[in-house]
């Protein structure tokens, strides 16, 4: 169970350096940050943004870490993330060395990754370990339409087989991520994204997997309470023996 390997990394706050925030899209953003990533030590996990004026910290998960930088990939949806969108220089305080997480160990040697929209910057950083590993990934990125497609070449560029699915069929295979999964042969399945597109994974896949759930989260690290969700195991915190949970251990 995911739960007993919980966690070995510590919450760290820190003050980075913005360096980049370039639009991928039409509303998807990168960040470079650079500062103190010694608390982010699995992928999967995320870090908190405080902003000036908004009393909630901003939750982003972990696309690249490397070094002293940390790359985040983020969609403009509220206050906050315009507010970030606007940002070429200056300084963040940032909580790191949150979540647990994904776990290699489990991944066999044809994982598959399946990213939905915002759930796919996670999956570049698996991926990046999973190919150091030498592990023959295969990836799966969902999105509504051509114009909201990211880091297909990225991906590639990793030594990835790289599958992109739209909806209405204006890019790639027309259809959801699951009508890939009979196409593919893989060993074990890791996923982010909707908990819509998370519910067919589960229901879809032929192996064990990891699931990255997106929640609205207070603080971030378990003090609230307010991310909370039932398990066949009793309640867990999202944000904090979350994000990621194991297919055996969720309930719909």
Same mark, same amino acid.
């Given at each position: 169970? &995911?739960?007993?390997? !919980?966690? =070995? ?13 370039? =639009? ?5 953003? +990168? &960040? ?8 982010? @030590?699995?992928? %999967? ?15 982003? $998960?972990?696309c ?13 949806? /509220? ?11 200056? @300084? ?5 060395? #949150?979540?647990? %997480? ?8 044809k994982? #598959? #990754?399946?990213?939905?929209?915002? %759930? ?8 990046k370990?999973?190919?150091?590993? /030498?592990?023959?990934?295969?990836i799966?990125? /969902?999105f ?21 699915? @739209?909806?209405? %069929? $204006?890019?790639?295979? =027309? /259809? ?6 009979? $196409?593919?042969?893989?060993s ?27 929640? +609205? ?27 990621? !949970?194991?297919?055996?251990?969720i #309930?719909?």
């Open positions: 169970m &995911m739960q007993s390997v !919980l966690r =070995k990394n510590e919450m760290k706050q820190s003050l980075f350096q913005i360096t980049e925030n370039t =639009k991928l899209t039409e509303n998807v953003m +990168r &960040m470079r940050l650079k500062g103190d990533t010694s608390a982010i @030590t699995a992928p %999967g996990q995320f870090i908190n943004i405080k902003l000036d004026g908004l009393f909630l910290r901003r939750p982003i $998960s972990v690249d870490c490397e070094g002293d930088t940390v790359t985040i990939i983020y969609k403009i949806v /509220g206050k906050g993330t315009e507010q970030m969108s606007k940002m070429q220089s200056g @300084t963040l305080d940032i909580l790191t060395g #949150l979540g647990n %997480g994904y776990d290699l160990s489990k991944s066999g040697e994982p #598959l #990754l399946i990213g939905g929209g915002v %759930g796919v910057p996670p999956m570049y950083l698996l991926a370990k999973l190919r150091e590993e /030498g592990k023959e990934v295969s799966i990125l /969902g509504n339409t051509q114009n909201e497609v990211f880091y297909e070449e990225e991906f590639k560029a990793l030594g990835c087989k790289v599958y992109v699915t @739209t909806v209405d %069929g $204006s890019y790639g295979t =027309k /259809g959801f991520v699951t009508s890939l999964f009979d $196409s593919i042969e893989y074990y399945t890791y996923s982010c994204g909707p908990e819509p597109m998370l519910k067919a994974v589960h229901k879809a896949s032929a192996t064990s997997g990891q699931y990255s759930f997106e929640e +609205r989260m207070g603080c971030g690290f378990g003090a609230c309470v307010g991310c909370s969700c039932k398990t066949v195991t009793g309640y867990i915190r999202i944000c904090k023996e979350g994000p990621v !949970l194991e297919k055996e251990d #309930l719909w």
